[in-house]
Protein backbone atom coordinates (compact mmCIF):
# COMPACT_ATOMS: atom_id res chain seq x y z
CA UNK A 1 0.00 0.00 0.00
CA UNK A 2 1.49 3.41 -1.03
CA UNK A 3 1.97 6.00 1.63
CA UNK A 4 -0.72 9.23 2.10
CA UNK A 5 0.15 12.19 0.05
CA UNK A 6 0.85 14.91 2.70
CA UNK A 7 -1.23 17.52 0.71
CA UNK A 8 -4.15 15.10 0.71
CA UNK A 9 -3.54 13.99 4.75
CA UNK A 10 -3.61 17.75 5.30
CA UNK A 11 -7.00 17.80 3.42
CA UNK A 12 -8.45 15.63 5.47
CA UNK A 13 -7.39 17.02 8.89
CA UNK A 14 -9.01 20.22 7.69
CA UNK A 15 -12.40 18.82 6.44
CA UNK A 16 -12.01 16.75 10.09
CA UNK A 17 -11.34 19.82 12.33
CA UNK A 18 -14.27 22.13 10.21
CA UNK A 19 -16.89 19.12 10.88
CA UNK A 20 -15.92 19.50 14.76
CA UNK A 21 -16.60 22.80 14.46
CA UNK A 22 -20.13 22.73 13.30
CA UNK A 23 -20.53 19.90 15.11
CA UNK A 24 -19.67 21.80 18.44
CA UNK A 25 -21.67 24.53 17.55
CA UNK A 26 -24.72 23.16 16.92
CA UNK A 27 -24.18 20.88 19.98
CA UNK A 28 -23.65 24.54 22.08
CA UNK A 29 -25.97 27.08 20.82
CA UNK A 30 -29.43 27.74 22.40
CA UNK A 31 -31.37 28.51 18.43
CA UNK A 32 -33.92 25.44 18.64
CA UNK A 33 -33.67 24.34 14.54
CA UNK A 34 -36.07 21.79 14.64
CA UNK A 35 -38.56 25.14 14.97
CA UNK A 36 -40.08 25.92 11.51
CA UNK A 37 -38.83 28.65 9.89
CA UNK A 38 -42.15 31.36 9.25
CA UNK A 39 -42.72 33.04 6.54
CA UNK A 40 -42.20 36.89 6.61
CA UNK A 41 -45.79 37.37 6.65
CA UNK A 42 -46.57 35.54 9.26
CA UNK A 43 -44.11 37.73 11.05
CA UNK A 44 -45.05 40.85 13.33
CA UNK A 45 -47.66 41.66 16.06
CA UNK A 46 -48.35 43.42 18.69
CA UNK A 47 -46.88 43.17 22.29
CA UNK A 48 -46.41 44.88 25.85
CA UNK A 49 -43.02 45.65 27.69
CA UNK A 50 -41.96 47.89 30.12
CA UNK A 51 -40.63 51.61 29.43
CA UNK A 52 -39.47 54.10 31.45
CA UNK A 53 -42.83 55.68 31.58
CA UNK A 54 -44.57 52.16 32.39
CA UNK A 55 -46.05 49.51 30.07
CA UNK A 56 -45.96 50.38 26.62
CA UNK A 57 -47.88 48.33 23.74
CA UNK A 58 -46.83 48.75 20.01
CA UNK A 59 -50.44 49.17 19.06
CA UNK A 60 -50.23 52.87 21.31
CA UNK A 61 -47.97 53.98 18.27
CA UNK A 62 -50.65 53.30 15.67
CA UNK A 63 -50.91 56.60 13.70
CA UNK A 64 -46.64 56.41 13.48
CA UNK A 65 -44.29 54.44 11.42
CA UNK A 66 -42.33 52.36 13.76
CA UNK A 67 -38.38 51.18 13.42
CA UNK A 68 -38.15 49.10 15.96
CA UNK A 69 -34.12 47.19 16.91
CA UNK A 70 -33.45 44.57 18.87
CA UNK A 71 -30.60 45.39 20.80
CA UNK A 72 -28.51 45.54 24.23
CA UNK A 73 -26.88 49.01 25.85
CA UNK A 74 -23.57 47.16 26.46
CA UNK A 75 -23.34 46.05 22.93
CA UNK A 76 -19.98 47.76 21.84
CA UNK A 77 -20.04 48.66 18.07
CA UNK A 78 -22.91 47.21 15.97
CA UNK A 79 -25.98 48.55 18.08
CA UNK A 80 -24.64 52.08 18.86
CA UNK A 81 -23.84 52.76 14.90
CA UNK A 82 -27.67 51.07 14.14
CA UNK A 83 -29.07 53.67 16.28
CA UNK A 84 -27.30 56.50 15.27
CA UNK A 85 -28.30 55.49 11.40
CA UNK A 86 -31.90 55.38 12.73
CA UNK A 87 -31.38 58.84 14.54
CA UNK A 88 -29.55 60.66 11.34
CA UNK A 89 -33.09 58.92 9.43
CA UNK A 90 -35.24 60.81 11.56
CA UNK A 91 -33.52 64.15 11.46
CA UNK A 92 -33.87 64.20 8.08
CA UNK A 93 -37.21 63.51 8.04
CA UNK A 94 -37.83 66.14 11.04
CA UNK A 95 -36.43 68.61 8.77
CA UNK A 96 -38.93 67.91 6.12
CA UNK A 97 -41.89 68.53 8.84
CA UNK A 98 -42.54 64.29 9.32
CA UNK A 99 -42.50 63.87 12.82
CA UNK A 100 -45.30 60.66 13.44
CA UNK A 101 -42.35 58.03 13.51
CA UNK A 102 -41.31 56.93 16.38
CA UNK A 103 -38.26 54.83 17.05
CA UNK A 104 -38.00 51.73 19.35
CA UNK A 105 -35.05 49.58 20.73
CA UNK A 106 -36.23 46.32 22.33
CA UNK A 107 -33.32 44.76 24.84
CA UNK A 108 -31.86 41.48 24.50
CA UNK A 109 -29.82 41.99 27.78
CA UNK A 110 -33.04 42.19 29.85
CA UNK A 111 -30.29 40.87 33.00
CA UNK A 112 -28.11 44.26 32.39
CA UNK A 113 -30.87 46.62 30.78
CA UNK A 114 -32.88 48.34 32.80
CA UNK A 115 -35.40 50.81 32.18
CA UNK A 116 -33.23 53.61 33.29
CA UNK A 117 -30.09 52.36 31.36
CA UNK A 118 -32.04 51.69 28.41
CA UNK A 119 -33.61 55.31 28.62
CA UNK A 120 -29.81 56.99 29.14
CA UNK A 121 -29.01 55.01 26.11
CA UNK A 122 -31.49 55.66 23.65
CA UNK A 123 -31.72 59.71 24.34
CA UNK A 124 -28.36 59.90 23.64
CA UNK A 125 -29.18 59.22 19.95
CA UNK A 126 -32.89 60.86 19.84
CA UNK A 127 -35.59 61.56 22.10
CA UNK A 128 -37.91 59.78 19.66
CA UNK A 129 -36.29 56.30 20.17
CA UNK A 130 -37.76 54.47 23.29
CA UNK A 131 -35.84 51.31 25.02
CA UNK A 132 -37.76 49.03 25.90
CA UNK A 133 -37.26 45.46 28.53
CA UNK A 134 -38.89 42.71 29.85
CA UNK A 135 -38.34 39.36 31.09
CA UNK A 136 -36.05 36.61 29.31
CA UNK A 137 -39.43 35.26 28.71
CA UNK A 138 -41.05 38.56 27.45
CA UNK A 139 -38.26 39.23 25.42
CA UNK A 140 -37.76 35.87 24.00
CA UNK A 141 -41.92 35.89 22.81
CA UNK A 142 -41.40 38.90 21.12
CA UNK A 143 -38.25 37.66 19.46
CA UNK A 144 -40.44 34.84 18.27
CA UNK A 145 -43.17 36.96 16.77
CA UNK A 146 -40.54 39.01 14.57
CA UNK A 147 -38.36 36.08 13.95
CA UNK A 148 -35.13 37.36 16.03
CA UNK A 149 -33.22 34.63 17.54
CA UNK A 150 -30.34 35.44 19.53
CA UNK A 151 -27.87 33.67 22.11
CA UNK A 152 -27.53 34.49 25.60
CA UNK A 153 -26.58 31.33 26.74
CA UNK A 154 -23.14 32.35 26.81
CA UNK A 155 -23.19 34.40 30.54
CA UNK A 156 -20.63 34.36 32.21
CA UNK A 157 -19.57 37.48 33.96
CA UNK A 158 -20.24 41.02 33.30
CA UNK A 159 -18.13 41.12 30.25
CA UNK A 160 -20.26 38.81 28.43
CA UNK A 161 -21.72 40.05 24.62
CA UNK A 162 -25.16 38.78 23.44
CA UNK A 163 -25.03 37.05 19.94
CA UNK A 164 -27.94 38.44 18.29
CA UNK A 165 -29.43 39.46 14.74
CA UNK A 166 -28.96 43.07 13.53
CA UNK A 167 -31.95 44.37 11.28
CA UNK A 168 -34.23 47.54 11.59
CA UNK A 169 -38.03 46.85 12.02
CA UNK A 170 -40.75 48.29 9.86
CA UNK A 171 -43.83 48.49 10.77
CA UNK A 172 -46.55 50.75 9.33
CA UNK A 173 -48.81 53.09 11.08
CA UNK A 174 -51.31 50.00 11.46
CA UNK A 175 -49.39 48.20 13.24
CA UNK A 176 -48.08 45.93 10.17
CA UNK A 177 -44.58 44.99 9.74
CA UNK A 178 -43.50 45.84 6.37
CA UNK A 179 -40.30 44.94 5.73
CA UNK A 180 -36.77 44.29 7.62
CA UNK A 181 -33.27 46.41 6.83
CA UNK A 182 -29.97 45.34 7.39
CA UNK A 183 -27.86 47.10 9.79
CA UNK A 184 -25.96 48.23 7.51
CA UNK A 185 -28.52 50.56 5.67
CA UNK A 186 -28.16 54.30 5.39
CA UNK A 187 -29.95 56.71 6.44
CA UNK A 188 -31.02 57.40 3.52
CA UNK A 189 -32.22 54.33 2.62
CA UNK A 190 -34.26 54.22 5.91
CA UNK A 191 -35.52 57.72 5.66
CA UNK A 192 -36.90 56.52 2.36
CA UNK A 193 -38.92 53.36 3.11
CA UNK A 194 -40.32 55.33 5.95
CA UNK A 195 -41.18 58.43 3.99
CA UNK A 196 -43.47 55.65 2.02
CA UNK A 197 -45.60 54.52 4.97
CA UNK A 198 -46.55 58.11 5.72
Do not use: W
Amino acid sequence: MGKLNPSRALIFVGLFFVLGLVVTYFATTTRDYSRPVKQFSELGGDFTLQSYQGEVSLSSYQGNVVVMYFGYTSCAEVCPESLSVMKRAMDRLEEEGIKNVQGVMISVDPSRDNVEALRKFTRHFNERIIGLTGTRQQIKAVGELYGVYYDDAKIRDIKYSVEHASRFYIIDTQGNLVTAMSHTTTPNELAAQIRELI
